[in-house]
């Protein structure tokens, strides 16, 4: 089944230990979209703005993301200023230009308005209210987002919360939202506002899953060439949801299977500065290293 999902497309510059890259083809979705699209067609949701260079739309064309609803509207495109240090854990944000985002009005065609299977990427909460209204009967429903709009935009965030089925976080945002330091602790209290399900992400340390029917943890893929982990949440994302789509069944066999290639997805997307690393594979690149994988963890 196909994927829709709403998110940023943007221009990104990144600093890391291992070089400097200006004006990269970034954004959440556009980061999603890189590994969903191994597994089902994928609807990006955003706007651009007249800044935007042809070359990454086309980009993502020739990788087969539908672009049906990517709008380029006057003014700037969003984009993302960050450094990384040390263990490249944390992202230091060193400029963030809205632009176009700050009037963006998600528009989908009549075709996409029955796609069944919905990713809420990391915007304004009021943004992702707006897309999921026009979804006529979604059969799945996932939502992510971060501290700022946790501080700045907590009500609104949590009125999303009782639509959603799949709430995703990192260890961070799951702590600052739910007021608990203890992970197990914070998931049981997001799962008490409303979604059914709580996915955790912990970066290097792997991912918690938590339901009423199950719990599962499962670590992260051992990386010795970590370059730019900027997008590798969002990889993972695509991954989990673009399995689940492509399967049609949201059981705990194939929770874990989704589990378990999104973290595969976000291995490769860490290995190299923005998409360059996860433009260019294949689904048969995942399943091979999926494979190494179990017989690591297994």
Known sequence: MSLIVLGTVATDTVKTPFGLRKNILGGSAAHFSMSARLFTPVNIVAAVGEDFPAKYINLLKQRGVILDALTREKGKSFSWTGEYEGDLNTAITRKT????????????????????????????????RKLLDQ????????????????????????????????FVANDQEARSLSGENNLLKAAKRLRALGPEMILIKKGEHGVLFYSRKFIFALPAYPCEKVIDPTGAGDTFAGGFMGYLARTGKVDAASIKNALAYGTIAASFNIEDFGLDRTAGLSLGDLTARLKQFKKIVL
């Open 97 to 128: 230009e809205l632009g176009v985002l700050l009037t963006f009005d998600p528009k989908i065609t009549a075709q996409q308005k029955n796609i069944k299977y919905v990713f809420l990427a990391n915007i304004d909460p009021h943004i992702q």
């Open 135 to 166: 979804i006529r009967a979604p059969r799945l429903v996932a939502m992510d987002t971060m501290n700022f709009w946790i501080d700045t935009q907590r009500r609104a965030l949590l009125k999303m919360l009782k639509r959603v089925d799949i």
